[in-house]
C-alpha cells in the first residue's frame, strides 16, 4: 500500500491526513493545539525570523510537522506523496525560504533594505530536502501564492467554495487569524489580508483554546443564553444555560462539567450576547466583577472582549475597503462564504449583527477547512498545481494592501473608537463620509444560512482525530554579565523560560509570547539577557 500526506500549515497550528493513494480513503487525522514558534500571529513569526533567524524558525516547524505525521497510524517509509497548503509565510517556513519581502511591504522598502522577492508559484519538490522524515524522492506538491500575504490558502477558500463560478457579486474570508478575503465583482476579483489577531482562533484569551473537544463553540439564544460545547467527535453538544442580567446558571445541560475553555467563535457569541444583554458600555463589561460566567469556571473578561472586538473591527474594515475599491454599495453584495474552523462553527447570524460579516449578506455558506481540503484534492491529482497557477496568475491584478490602504485606516480608526470608546454608529457614518465613503446600513432581517458541513474537518478517517499538544523545541542561552537573580524567569507570564543552575536559559517555544512580550529580556538589571541570542 502507498500513501500520501495533505498538510496545511496555519498561524494557529498544523492540520495533517494520512490517504490510501490508491482510493483516495483518508484513514486519519492529526491536528496541533497551536503554532510551535514564538508568539500567536503572523507578525511574531515574522519577527522571530527576522531576529532569530529563518534556519532555526524551519527546524523548530520541521520537528512539530514530523511530530504530527508521526501520529498518523501509517508506515511512513511508504509515503510517495506529499501535498500542502497554508498562507505564504507559513509555507516559506516550511520550505525554508527567505520572509523578508514578506516581513516588508512595499518596492521602496525592498530597495533599502537590499531585498530579493522571492518566487512562491506551483511547484513540485523532493519533500525529504525540506526535512520531512518521509522517503528521499517522495513527491512534495506546493500550490502558488496569489501575492504577498494573500497565498495558496486563498486559493483553496476562492476555488473550494464555488466562489469563482458565482455569477453574482460574493464575498468569501478565511476566519482565521491572517483573516484573507476576496471580492468578486462580475469577472474581477479584489483580494486583501487583514491582521485581525489570535482572539478569532481563541488565541490571547485567558480562557481560550482552539476548536478542539471541550470548548464552548457557540452561545445560543432560548429565552436564556445556552452554551454550546465540542464533543469528543468535534460535535456541537448541548452545555449548561445562563441568564446573564441575573449573573447565574439555570440549567445544567448534557455536556454539564466537560467544558475546558472557550474557542474564537465562542467569544464572538459572547459579544453578541453581552451586547444583546446590555452589558457593555463604552469599552467595558458591566457586570458585577466585569466577568461575563459560562460553565465550568469558564469565562472572559473585559480585556478578552476588546481583542475579540479587534478582529471584529480589522474583519469588518478589510470587507468594507474590498467594497469600496470594487465601487459598489453593501446593497448590491448579498452572498458571504465564510471557511475556516471559524467560519465553520461560528453562528452566522451573531457574527453579522457584530459585523464579521456585511450587514447586507442574505445567503450564507459555511465551508470548512478548505486549506486542508484542496491539499488532499492536489495529493490524489497532482495536475491540479497548473489549473491554481493559472488561477492566481489571473487574479494578481487587483490585490490591496490593507497595511498601507488609507480607507482601510480610516474605517479601522472609527471601528476602534465604536467598539473602545463607545461612539455612536451615526457619528461613525458621519466621520466616513467626510472621507468620501459610503455608510455602514444597518443590519437587517435573518440571512439563510447553509452549513456545508457539520465540522471544519468532515472525514477524520478510520482512525479519527489525534490532536497533539506536545510540540515545539527548546531554545537555550549563556549570556555574560548575568547574576542568575531570576527575574527574568519570575517574569515570564506564560512560564516558558527556565534557567538551570550554572545560568544556562531555556525557552519552550510553544509557551513563549514572543516579540508580544519579550519581558524576560526588559526585566534584566544587568540588561544583558538578548532573547534574538537564544539558539536550538
Not at 472621507?435 to 482512525?463: A, H, T
Request: proline letters at 4%; glycine letters at 10%.
Amino acid at each position: 500500500m502507498t500513501y500520501g500526506l495533505s498538510l496545511d500549515i496555519g498561524t494557529s497550528g498544523t492540520r495533517a491526513h494520512a490517504v490510501d493513494l490508491s482510493n483516495g480513503k483518508i484513514i486519519s487525522t492529526a491536528m496541533t493545539s497551536c503554532h510551535p514558534l514564538p508568539g500567536a500571529n503572523i507578525m511574531d513569526h515574522l519577527t522571530f525570523c527576522i531576529n532569530v533567524g529563518s534556519d532555526i524558525a524551519h527546524r523548530i516547524l520541521m520537528d512539530t510537522v514530523n511530530k504530527v505525521i508521526r501520529n498518523l497510524h501509517i508506515n511512513l517509509k511508504q509515503v510517495e506523496r506529499v501535498a500542502i497548503c497554508g498562507n505564504p509565510i507559513q509555507l516559506s517556513l516550511f520550505q525554508n525560504i527567505p520572509v523578508d519581502d514578506l516581513a516588508f511591504a512595499g518596492e521602496n522598502a525592498h530597495r533599502v533594505n537590499n531585498i530579493k522577492q522571492q518566487k512562491r508559484d506551483a511547484g513540485v519538490f523532493n519533500a525529504a530536502d525540506v526535512g520531512m522524515d518521509v522517503p528521499d524522492g517522495a513527491e512534495l506538491l506546493v500550490p502558488p501564492a496569489i501575492r504577498h500575504e494573500i497565498g495558496a490558502d486563498a486559493l483553496a477558500m476562492m476555488y473550494k467554495s464555488g466562489f469563482l463560478d458565482q455569477k453574482e457579486n460574493c464575498l468569501v474570508t478565511d476566519y482565521g487569524t491572517n483573516a484573507e478575503m476576496a471580492l468578486k465583482v462580475g469577472d474581477d476579483i479584489y483580494t486583501g489580508s487583514a491582521a485581525a489577531g489570535p482572539a478569532m482562533e481563541g488565541q490571547s484569551i485567558k480562557y481560550g483554546m482552539l476548536a478542539s473537544p471541550g470548548a464552548i463553540c457557540d452561545l445560543e439564544y432560548e429565552f436564556k443564553w445556552r452554551c454550546k460545547v465540542l464533543d469528543d467527535d468535534m460535535n456541537v453538544g448541548v452545555g449548561d444555560q445562563f441568564d446573564f442580567g441575573l449573573e447565574m446558571c439555570t440549567e445544567e445541560g448534557p455536556m454539564h462539567g466537560k467544558a475546558k475553555g472557550i474557542t474564537g467563535t465562542g467569544v464572538i457569541a459572547a459579544v453578541a450576547a453581552a451586547m444583546d444583554s446590555n452589558l457593555w458600555s463604552k469599552g467595558k463589561l458591566t457586570t458585577s466583577d466585569g466577568k461575563l460566567h459560562m460553565q465550568d469556571g469558564v469565562y472572559i473578561d473585559t480585556n478578552d472582549i476588546l481583542e475579540a472586538c479587534k478582529a471584529i473591527g480589522a474583519m469588518r474594515a478589510g470587507h468594507f475597503a474590498l467594497i469600496e475599491h470594487a465601487g459598489i454599495k453593501f446593497s448590491d453584495l448579498d452572498i458571504m462564504y465564510m471557511a475556516g474552523a471559524s467560519g465553520t462553527y461560528v453562528d452566522a447570524v451573531k457574527a453579522r449583527e457584530v459585523g464579521l460579516l456585511p450587514p447586507s449578506c442574505k445567503r450564507v455558506y459555511q465551508i470548512g477547512n478548505t486549506s486542508l481540503s484542496m491539499a488532499t484534492d492536489i495529493l490524489m491529482k497532482p495536475e491540479l498545481l497548473d489549473e491554481l497557477q493559472d488561477i492566481a496568475n489571473q487574479i494578481r491584478a487587483n490585490h490591496i494592501m490593507f497595511a498601507t490602504d488609507k480607507t482601510f485606516e480610516e474605517i479601522y480608526i472609527q471601528e476602534l473608537a465604536l467598539w473602545e470608546e463607545g461612539m455612536t454608529m451615526e457619528m461613525y457614518n458621519e466621520n466616513l463620509a467626510r472621507s468620501g465613503i459610503q455608510p455602514l446600513p444597518p443590519v437587517k432581517g435573518s440571512p439563510k444560512v447553509f452549513r456545508i458541513v457539520e465540522r471544519d474537518i468532515p472525514d477524520y478517517g478510520e482512525y479519527g482525530l489525534k490532536i497533539m499538544d506536545d510540540i515545539g523545541t527548546v531554545l537555550n542561552g549563556r549570556f555574560d554579565g548575568c547574576t542568575k537573580c531570576g527575574l527574568c524567569v519570575k517574569e515570564c507570564p506564560e512560564h516558558a523560560l527556565s534557567m538551570d543552575e550554572d545560568g544556562t536559559f531555556h525557552v519552550k517555544t510553544k509557551n513563549c509570547l514572543g516579540t508580544a512580550c519579550y519581558r524576560c529580556q526588559m526585566k534584566c538589571p544587568q540588561k544583558v539577557y538578548k532573547y534574538d541570542q537564544l539558539r536550538l
